[in-house]
C-alpha cells in the first residue's frame, strides 16, 4: 500500500518535472519578470527554491548521519542564501534545477525503511520530527513558490490536482502547525468554520483545517487548488478563476485578509 510520505516524494518528482519544463527555457527578460510574490522576481523564486533544496537535503542527509559537517564540508544557511543571492538570474534558473534534482532524488533513494523511521531536526521546532513533516513543507514551498515562478509568466497558472490534494492532507496532519502561523485569525471579527469541499477551515484564536463538515457558518464553491492558493495569499483578484464564491458569515476578501501569504 502507498504512504503519504511515497505519494509526497512521487509528487515532489512529479512537480520538479513540471517547473524544468518551464524553467529551460526562460529568457533574461522572463527570469527579471515580476512572479506571483510580491517582492520577488522569477529569478528569485527559483534561487529561493533552489537555496531551500540545499538546505532540506543538508538537513536530511544529518538525520541520515551523512551531512559532511564533521569534515566542515557543511556550509551554513546563511553561508548558502549568500552564495544563492549572488548568482546571476540565469545562474539562479540552473542552479535550481540542479538543486531541487538533488533533492528528489535523495528522497526517491530512500529505503522503506527510512521513510517511515527517519527523524529530522528541522531548528525552529523543538524535537526532531518524522520524515513526513519536512516532506510536507517542501511539497508545499516547491508546490507554491513553483506557483508564483509560473504566474509571473502566466496569471491564470494553476495548481496541479495531485498537488493541491496531498497540501489539504498535510494540513490536516503533519503539517497541521503552519496555518496558526501563517493565518491572521485575529483579522475576523467572528469566528467563522467555512466548508471547502468536505473540509472545514476553521478560523477562531488559530486557524486550522480539519477533516468533515459540521455546523459551518459559510462555504467557498470552487477548486480545491483555489483553497489551497487561498491559504498561501495567492488567491489574488487577478489570480482568482471564474466561478469561486463565499457565502456566509465571511466574505472572499476578508479571508484575503486572514491569509496575507508569505
Known sequence: ????????????????DRLR?????????????????????????????????????????????????????RPTNQDVWDRWNALPPAEQ????????????????????????TTMVELGFLPAPVPLKTPLA???????????????????????????????VRHYTGSMAFMLGFTGKADKLDEDVRLTVGDHTLVID??????????????TFTGSLEAVVRLMAGRLKPENTPAGIE???????????????GY
Open 1 to 16: 500500500m502507498t504512504s503519504l510520505v511515497d505519494e509526497t516524494i512521487t509528487e515532489l518528482r512529479a512537480n520538479h
Open 21 to 73: 519544463v518551464v524553467v529551460e527555457g526562460l529568457t533574461d527578460d522572463q527570469l527579471a519578470a515580476q512572479s506571483g510574490a510580491e517582492r520577488w522576481t522569477v529569478a528569485d523564486v527559483l534561487s529561493h527554491l533552489g537555496s531551500g533544496a540545499e538546505i532540506a537535503r543538508y538537513s536530511l542527509l544529518t538525520a541520515l548521519g551523512d551531512d559532511g559537517s564533521a569534515s566542515g564540508d
Open 93 to 116: 534558473a540552473s542552479g535550481f534545477l540542479e538543486s531541487d534534482g538533488r533533492l528528489v532524488e535523495l528522497y526517491e533513494s530512500l529505503t522503506p525503511e527510512q521513510r517511515e
Open 137 to 167: 513543507m517542501r511539497l508545499n514551498e516547491q508546490t507554491l513558490h513553483g506557483w508564483d515562478a509560473r504566474a509571473g509568466l502566466d496569471p491564470t497558472a494553476v495548481l496541479s490536482d495531485d498537488a493541491a490534494d496531498l497540501v
Open 205 to 218: 484564536d488559530s486557524v486550522a483545517l480539519v477533516e468533515g463538515v459540521d455546523a459551518p457558518t459559510a
Open 246 to 260: 463565499v457565502t456566509g458569515n465571511v466574505t472572499l476578501e476578508e479571508l484575503r485578509r486572514v491569509f496575507p
